[in-house]
């Protein structure tokens, strides 16, 4: 149900760019992909969306390849703050507002 | 301002009881929607309300209600609790009209419900 897959856990030394890839092989044209992250016990955060094109915002970058079938997540300098779980969703961007999770990639930055 | 409000923020409750956790949304927002996450299940959606209807429901056992009222705060009902009921509820609104899209969805830190 997810549509999406995320590698179940990955290590980033603080400081570096943390790069958390997703694949979405079968998203459709008017899809965006969504990035949250769940700092542990508290809710999910929302990171950032695109449709096509790179977005950035203060707090990530978002690249999506241009055949759209995966994206990356980049958080140019990470902190021992940005340890969570991070999760990779596609969903249309109006309609209804359920989101699929999945399971997401655990993300932990070494110090 | 304000975030998204949850309350009681941790609850334990008995089996065949019921229970009631309410919402209260970011000033504005008019769509609440209720996910039930679980380490076995992950993030579920429950069901969705907005100008006090629901408008999209997930795959829950009747026993898993909600209401909206106009002034979008949202409750959520569970009756006759199960032991696989005990689960952190979360809560989320967004900014959204219908036929318009929502940047994001703003969550609450969730009420954690122990059933015994």
Partial sequence: DAKTTQPPSMDCAEGRAANLPCNHSTISGNEYVYWYRQIHSQGPQYIIHGLKNNETNEMASLIITEDRKSSTLILPHATLRDTAVYYCIVRLKTGANNLFFGTGTRLTVIP | ?116
């Avoid at chain 2, 941790?10 to 089996?15: A, F, P």
């Fill in chain 2, 1 to 116: 301002k304000a975030g998204v409000t949850q309350t009681p923020r941790y609850l334990i409750k008995t089996r065949g009881q019921q229970v009631t956790l309410s919402c209260s949304p970011i000033s504005g927002h008019r769509s609440v929607s209720w996910y039930q996450q679980t380490p076995g299940q992950g993030l579920q959606f429950l069901f969705e309300y907005f100008s006090e209807t629901q408008r999209n429901k997930g795959n829950f056992p009747g026993r898993f209600s909600g209401r909206q009222f106009s002034n979008s705060r949202s409750e959520m009902n569970v009756s006759t609790l199960e032991l696989g009921d005990s689960a952190l509820y979360l809560c989320a609104s967004s900014l959204i009209s219908l036929g318009q899209g929502a940047d994001g969805y703003t969550f609450g830190s969730g009420t954690r419900l122990t059933v015994v």
